[in-house]
């Protein structure tokens, strides 16, 4: 698939405007006609090894470890058990996150799975992971992020009572306008905005963990006693404890998405990476320390919101001040995931597989603002028309086939391409231990909710009608033809 260089075709004499001194504020990567400035428009490297940790460590930790890390203490069946598999998640999360550290220094493109799995496997199956995150995947998380945001936000208004439904998508919908509209905006702004939020959900984890641990110091440990009691570990809940805790990791792939934009990236890709995730595991597993700590087993399964319960526990009042903590907490999530996912479109759209506006730069902003907004309307329609946790469950195992295929595909690069640069370079057990992690997982997601599972693997497969349609065939529907801007290049090519 030849990769696309031009993203603004020449006017031709029919389309010219009046007005030739006037600037089309979009251009893609580098186009040298049209009238481009002499600065070559191109997303630029702003980001720096602080910025990189922001985006993975403030996308990792979203709501779910503050308001409700209980299932896998009920499917581990005992606290010692649950704070291992935490553990043993955050250890197999760094595996997959080390062998993307590889990827992402060896091919420095942005676009993360998408990007490694062409570059290994070729259009077809790259194609097949880019269809699947596009229709359904990423509107579907960002939407439940965005949900999670309008409900707590709202929740000091209106405590006690509930939030009505209503009010709670329109708070989403706000919510989720700012993020786009940051963006789109300012590639500085949102990393910068990404950075405070980030610190604010470390010092919201800190206010749980410092007293927590005080008091563990203090004596506190009759919570702890029998925790590895054997009557109580579920040794066939297990697998289903580590699937949680592998989803309540995922993220750490995001800065893989922007490699293009980061400063050094040989440096700072596995630093951040690394980093960010010993970062997260400290944080997962002492906060899960200093709840056990204040709640028993059972209060804390029977909490709806965990962080609540602890604040009232110890803290009073200062609960009201806990939903806050957790709606910026899902907004730093849905920025950092938008911001990140925004790249693979613009690749994607780059290498020929999308229409070609959504290659285009903002010729001031520097943002790639077709490809920030691309996701806005499919979004909100999901968001009031959809089922959306119904289509994440039938996408969610996707997830991590895709990345499974994309680390096989570092294994396999070894022996096609050794020659390869691998300024960074793990040992070859890391990545076939976290390979056939995801494709435990995968067959996991099989077993327990075939249905589902089904379901979602017949929507993925709508890609391969998709790809030959839009992509392969040569007579493509005309309205594709010119989005994407393949009909007038064919012109061009005839005329010359």
């Known amino acids: 698939m030849p990769r696309r260089t031009v993203s603004v075709p020449h006017p031709t004499k029919d389309s010219t405007p009046s007005n030739s001194g006037?600037?089309?504020?979009?251009?893609?990567?580098?186009?040298?006609?049209?009238?481009?400035?002499?600065?070559?428009?191109?997303?630029?490297?702003?980001?720096?090894?602080?910025?990189?940790?922001?985006?993975?460590?403030?996308?990792?930790i979203g709501a779910g470890i503050f308001i409700s890390p209980k299932g896998i203490l009920k499917n581990s069946g005992s606290v010692g058990m649950s704070l291992v598999v935490w553990i043993a998640c955050g250890i197999l999360s760094l595996f997959g996150a080390l062998s993307y550290a590889e990827l992402g220094t060896s091919i420095k493109k942005s676009g993360g799975h998408y990007t490694y799995i062409l570059e290994a496997f070729g259009p077809q199956v790259a194609f097949m992971r880019m269809w699947v995150d596009m229709i359904a995947i990423r509107p579907a998380g960002l939407a439940v992020i965005a949900l999670a945001f309008g409900r707590y936000i709202l929740e000091p208004i209106f405590m006690p009572c509930g939030v009505p439904e209503i009010a709670i998508k329109l708070a989403t919908t706000?919510?989720?306008?700012?993020?786009?509209?940051?963006?789109?905006?300012?590639?500085?702004?949102?990393?910068?905005?990404?950075?405070?939020?980030?610190?604010?959900?470390?010092?919201?984890?800190?206010?749980?963990?410092?007293?927590?641990?005080?008091?563990?110091?203090?004596?506190?440990?009759?919570?702890?006693?029998?925790?590895?009691?054997?009557?109580?570990?579920?040794?066939?809940?297990?697998?289903?404890?580590f699937y949680s805790g592998m989803f309540a990791y995922a993220g750490w792939f995001y800065l893989n998405f922007v490699t293009e934009e980061v400063e050094n990236?040989?440096?700072?890709?596995?630093?951040?990476?690394?980093?960010?995730?010993?970062?997260?595991?400290?944080?997962?597993?002492?906060?899960?320390?200093?709840?056990?700590?204040?709640?028993?087993?059972?209060?804390?399964?029977?909490?709806?919101?965990?962080?609540?319960?602890?604040?009232?526990?110890?803290?009073?009042?200062?609960?009201?001040?806990?939903?806050?903590?957790?709606?910026?907490?899902?907004?730093?999530?849905?920025?950092?995931?938008?911001?990140?996912?925004?790249?693979?479109?613009?690749?994607?759209?780059?290498?020929?597989?999308?229409?070609?506006?959504?290659?285009?730069?903002?010729?001031?902003?520097?943002?790639?603002?077709?490809?920030?907004?691309?996701?806005?309307?499919?979004?909100?329609?999901?968001?009031?028309?959809?089922?959306?946790?119904?289509?994440?469950?039938?996408?969610?195992?996707?997830?991590?086939?895709?990345?499974?295929?994309?680390?096989?595909?570092?294994?396999?690069?070894?022996?096609?391409?050794?020659?390869?640069?691998?300024?960074?370079?793990?040992?070859?057990?890391?990545?076939?231990?976290?390979?056939?992690?995801?494709?435990?997982m995968v067959f996991l997601s099989l077993y327990s909710d075939p249905i589902n599972t089904g379901i979602g693997f017949a929507i993925s497969l709508t890609g391969i009608p998709a790809y030959y349609i839009f992509i392969h065939c040569e007579r493509k529907p005309k309205w594709f033809q010119k989005l994407s801007g393949q009909r007038l290049q064919k012109m061009q090519m005839a005329k010359a």
């Open 22 to 60: 006037e600037k089309d504020p979009l251009k893609s990567n580098g186009d040298p006609s049209a009238g481009a400035p002499e600065e070559k428009v191109e997303l630029r490297k702003k980001v720096t090894l602080l910025r990189g940790i922001s985006i993975i460590t403030g996308t990792i």
């Open 174 to 241: 706000i919510g989720l306008t700012a993020v786009m509209y940051l963006n789109s905006m300012s590639v500085s702004w949102t990393a910068r905005i990404q950075i405070f939020l980030t610190f604010s959900k470390l010092l919201t984890i800190a206010i749980i963990i410092v007293p927590g641990v005080y008091l563990l110091f203090k004596g506190e440990t009759k919570n702890f006693e029998n925790a590895f009691e054997v009557n109580t570990i579920h040794l066939s809940g297990l697998p289903l404890a």
């Open 265 to 440: 990236p040989e440096r700072t890709v596995p630093l951040a990476i690394c980093i960010s995730m010993v970062i997260v595991m400290i944080c997962y597993t002492m906060t899960n320390v200093a709840y056990y700590t204040v709640m028993s087993a059972e209060e804390l399964l029977a909490s709806d919101a965990v962080a609540v319960t602890f604040a009232e526990k110890l803290m009073g009042n200062f609960s009201v001040a806990v939903p806050v903590f957790v709606a910026l907490s899902c907004f730093g999530s849905m920025n950092g995931c938008l911001f990140a996912i925004s790249r693979m479109f613009f690749v994607a759209s780059r290498e020929g597989q999308l229409p070609e506006v959504l290659s285009m730069i903002h010729i001031r902003r520097h943002t790639p603002l077709p490809a920030v907004i691309v996701l806005y309307p499919i979004t909100l329609l999901i968001l009031f028309l959809g089922d959306i946790y119904s289509l994440l469950n039938f996408m969610s195992f996707l997830r991590w086939l895709f990345i499974g295929v994309a680390v096989i595909g570092l294994i396999y690069m070894r022996y096609t391409r050794p020659d390869m640069p691998r300024p960074f370079k793990v040992p070859i057990f890391i990545p076939a231990v976290f390979s056939l992690t995801c494709f435990f």
